[in-house]
């Protein structure tokens, strides 16, 4: 890893370069490359990646200004990522590390992810020191606060997560060079959380929200899925998965991403047990990694079809389903 | 009289910027970042108290800093250190520690004779900030 471009000294303004090149600063940053993995490693989401350019297009604005001695104000980096579950918010915040460290403006780039309970004490004097412990630990990084509206319990007084947001605040504020933190959570409900805790708001500068993923999507996700865990899909379950998916996402508790991975997990175990049932010789290696339509059709979704062309289902498969 | 006690000690005291640079390679190396106090600065005392517990799972110097801070603003009249305790085996031990902060005023040490049967002398170092209670030694 290329260690990050603010280690060099600004330059006096006496001595400062005649111009500046965006593009080989972009090249020697590289951030070409963790774009390029973005792009291929997450489906979709063409809004947050474009968003991530101009934030790192931002940043090398500012640190080109800097070497001019160009007012430059310290930015504030800080992110609210807003969205359904399964949208690769914590996996967008990997990546948001990864960045900021090419960039230099954290120092080490690792991601502590926490949630109300890892900030949040017990007994009154126990929430400060943990939500200390937590800053101190995540401090040079990026900290990601999962569900951070679990933080603000309007409905009872006593509630000890005020003080963990106070305490937040003063190092969203004071500690700017040391930390970026990151909060997530559903959108409606992040909303409420803003409104009433408009110090947040107004120390938020990024607020990004991930929409749901289209059905072409939810497939390539599904195949990009197997694929890293050595299984495919034969051409007629892919076309069952597509229609399991339309089926799956008119359900209730559809979480995008993750059910998807719920699914083939299933559908693997199916694969599995069928395997397991009738194999009467040796299994090739395409006979192990190969999910057929059959271990898709078990699932419970089709079953719940209303209409009649519900697939006939093999005999284990209903103990199977979910 | 100056103490100087552990590495760099006789190096000009070192700023915040040095001791965050020392702290990093300390976690850089691994090893569990330590803060400690006392106000008896004599050589023989191994035993300083800690603020705090020791710092395994810091990934950044500026987590340490925020300790230091913190524990300057309650023993800022008070020698401390910072050591770097090194787990892995076979070393097991502190690699290196040096003194951060440390009173306005350093009395130093008495040496005191005591002269025995025959010839004999013994020795004894004494600091005289030392001679009162604890706690109200560099007030």
Known sequence: MPAPLM????????????????????????????????????????????????????????????????????????????????????????????????????????????????????????TAPKTKEVLKRAAGGVLFIDEAYYLYRPENERDYGQESIEILLQVMENQRDDLVVIL?????????????????????????????????????????????????????AKAVFARYITLRR????????????????????????????????????????????????????????????????????????P | MRLTQGTFSFLPDLTDEQITAQVQYCIDQGWAVNIEFTDDPHPRNTYWDMWGLPMFDIRDAAGVMTELTACRKVYGDRYIRISG?????????????FIVNRPANEPGFTLERQESEGRRVLYTTRAYSAQLPEGERYA
């Open chain 1, 7 to 126: 280690a060099v000294p600004p330059e006096a303004a006496g001595a400062a370069p005649a111009a500046v090149d965006l593009k080989a600063d972009f090249e020697a940053s590289g951030l070409p490359e963790i774009f390029d993995q973005l792009d291929r490693e997450m489906v979709g989401l063409a809004p947050i990646k474009q968003r991530l350019r101009e934030i790192a297009a931002l940043l090398l604005v500012d640190r080109a200004r800097q070497r001019f001695g160009l007012a430059v104000g310290a930015p504030t980096l800080h992110m609210s990522f807003t969205g359904n579950p399964g949208t690769g918010k914590t996996t967008l915040a990997l990546k948001m590390a990864a960045i900021l460290h090419r960039l230099g403006y954290v120092r080490r780039g690792h991601l502590v992810t926490v949630t109300r309970d890892d900030l949040v004490g017990q007994y009154i004097g126990h």
């Open chain 1, 184 to 236: 997530a959570g559903y959108a409606d409900r992040m909303e409420r959380f803003f409104q009433a805790n408009p110090g947040f708001r107004s120390r938020v500068a990024h607020h990004i929200d991930f929409p749901d993923y289209g059905g072409e999507e939810l497939l390539e996700i599904g195949e990009r899925q197997l694929e890293t865990m050595n299984y495919r899909f034969s051409p007629k």
């Open chain 1, 250 to 321: 008119g359900q209730p508790h559809f979480a995008n991403g993750r059910s998807i991975r719920n699914a083939l997990d299933r559908a693997r175990l199916r694969q599995a047990s069928r395997l397991f049932q009738r194999a009467d010789g040796p299994l090739s290696v395409d006979d192990l990694t190969v999910i057929e339509a059959e271990d898709i059709l078990a699932s419970r979704v089709f079953a719940d079809m209303p209409t009649g062309d519900a697939p006939a289902r093999d005999t284990p498969a209903g103990k199977e389903a």
């Open chain 2, 85 to 97: 305790f090194d787990a892995s085996h076979g070393w097991e031990s502190v690699r290196l520690s």
